[in-house]
């Protein structure tokens, strides 16, 4: 079974701070990964898309990396803000055609 | 440039009652695709249409289905309502699908829906 999952569920952590979002998924085939945050009551913003042919992308202060291999992904804050504070969602396009979701990382940046 | 427009923003329905949901794309983008997000089972994928044809959908009862229209626009509708339904219903629109390589997904603001 595909699955994507996301660790850890929550994250406080003080401004200013350098932090690492997890993603993890199963199945090695995939076609992309994309990184969204999503707002309290809001719809879900692309913050990043990789390729399954790709390694890492960069916007930014973001920063996602892609391990095939290992079936993981990071996301890389650098330099955190308060503004920074959403839900991080991990997404997967396998190669089946299946969209999977991760469950998100509620990430809260104290100032 | 316009980006996705979901409309309603909010809707009350009672059990039975059958709702319809509206999503504009991004001109140019011919995907569109709708999730339900819930507090318990997170983001799960609805379907999608292309080229006004269902091309992939997920794992829900017959009672969720969709359309698409020439011009991109896409409804969902759902019969029989339940009050599991309850969620925030998102649509995504693309130039070409989430389930094909390099396609960037871009997000509407949903539309929440209670039933009661």
């Known amino acids: 079974k595909q699955e994507v999952t996301q660790i850890p569920a929550a994250l406080s952590v003080p401004e200013g701070e350098n932090l690492v979002l997890n993603c993890s998924f199963t199945d090695s085939a995939i076609y992309n990964l994309q990184w969204f945050r999503q707002d309290p009551g809001k719809g879900l913003t692309s913050l990043l898309l990789i390729q399954s042919s790709q390694r890492e992308q960069t916007s930014g202060r973001l920063n996602a990396s892609l391990d095939k291999s290992s079936g993981r992904s990071t996301l890389y804050i650098a330099a955190s803000q308060p503004g920074d504070s959403a839900t991080y969602l991990c997404?997967?396009?396998?190669?089946?055609?299946?969209?999977?979701w991760g469950a998100g990382t509620k990430l809260i940046i104290k100032p | 440039k316009a980006g996705v427009t979901q409309t309603p923003r909010y809707l009350i329905k009672t059990r039975g009652q059958q709702v319809t949901l509206s999503c504009s794309p991004i001109s140019g983008h011919r995907s569109v695709s709708w999730y339900q997000q819930t507090p318990g089972q997170g983001l799960q994928f609805l379907f999608e249409?292309?080229?006004?044809?269902?091309?992939n959908k997920g794992n829900f009862p017959g009672r969720f289905s969709g359309r698409q229209f020439s011009n991109s626009r896409s409804e969902m509708n759902v019969s029989t309502l339940e009050l599991g339904d309850s969620a925030l219903y998102l649509c995504?629109?693309?130039?070409?699908?989430?389930?094909?390589?390099?396609?960037?997904?871009?997000f509407g603001q949903g539309t929440r829906l209670t039933v009661v």
């Open positions: 995504a629109s693309s130039l070409d699908g989430p389930q094909t390589t390099n396609t960037e997904a871009f």
């Open positions: 249409y292309f080229s006004e044809t269902q091309r």
């Open positions: 997404a997967v396009t396998f190669s089946n055609y299946q969209l999977i």
